[in-house]
């Protein structure tokens, strides 16, 4: 069951993110942070901490054991950090682009609306792709700098169809460090092929992971010496446990 959710919270980094990126409003020229709690129409929900500066965006999902998912416009691609490794997947021109794949054929102001205490203009567009292959539409509630607050679409594509909502709270408009949005120091790239439908071997990276994570442990305690007392053993003559 751990192995689905984590393939599972995997397909998410990797698919939501580029779902919203084709959806309207344009490139948001002005850094943010804030809480996305995110909802499909089949009951998945997937809370996230998103931070946003231009050409460049980071996911955080799933906690301290979850992923990170950096996406790089600029450099056209996407990173999945987990435990102290990373993967890299190119990003097509079609993701970049986003909207530039799209013909607009209905967009309308419907009104003012407050959104956990953000004030936004509410709107509607549908819009069809350039070669006919899909198409979306939906509500969208979005600030004066164009982050979109509040979002509720359904899009098509051949006979599959999707139903997502998302929504912001704890919204904060300013400078982001840099750092978000590069790969830390540290990270190993992770170039093994045990690739299942184009999903990484969940169990190698985990136990990789522990295995970096044990290592440093261990030089921590040398470094330390002999002279630290063994806190487990001390607990064990307290308690007998």
């Not at 450099?75 to 990373?86: D, F, N, P, S």
């Not at 997947?89 to 530039?100: N, R």
Request: include cysteine; charged fraction near 30%; aromatic fraction near 4%.
């Amino acid at each position: 069951m751990r192995l689905l959710r984590d393939a599972g919270l995997l397909t998410c980094a990797i698919l939501i993110p580029l779902a919203v990126t084709a959806a309207p409003p344009p490139e948001v020229t002005v850094d943010y942070s804030a809480d996305s709690m995110m909802e499909t129409e089949g009951g998945m929900t997937m809370k996230s901490r998103l931070y946003h500066t231009v050409d460049k965006d980071r996911m955080e999902m799933g906690g301290s054991e979850g992923m990170t998912s950096i996406i790089r416009k600029d450099k056209k691609v996407i990173w999945q950090l987990m435990g102290r490794m990373y993967m890299e997947m190119p990003m097509d021109d079609s993701k970049v682009s986003g909207m530039d794949a799209f013909d607009i054929v209905e967009q309308a102001e419907i009104g003012q609306e407050t959104i956990n205490g953000i004030k936004t203009s509410k709107s509607k567009i549908v819009a069809v792709k350039k070669d006919g292959s899909g198409k979306f539409g939906g509500f969208f509630w979005a600030t004066k700098e164009g982050i979109t607050v509040k979002m509720d679409m359904l899009s098509k594509e051949g006979d599959k169809k999707m139903r997502m909502t998302s929504e912001l709270s704890n919204l904060k408009i300013e400078k982001q460090d840099p750092a978000l949005f590069e790969i830390p120091a540290g990270y190993t790239k992770n170039d093994m092929g045990a690739m299942m439908g184009g999903m990484p071997n969940m169990e190698e990276l985990k136990k990789n992971a522990r295995q970096q994570r044990q290592s440093r442990e261990n030089q921590a305690k040398e470094s330390i010496g002999e002279q630290m007392p063994d806190v487990n053993k001390m607990m064990k003559g307290l308690f007998g446990k």
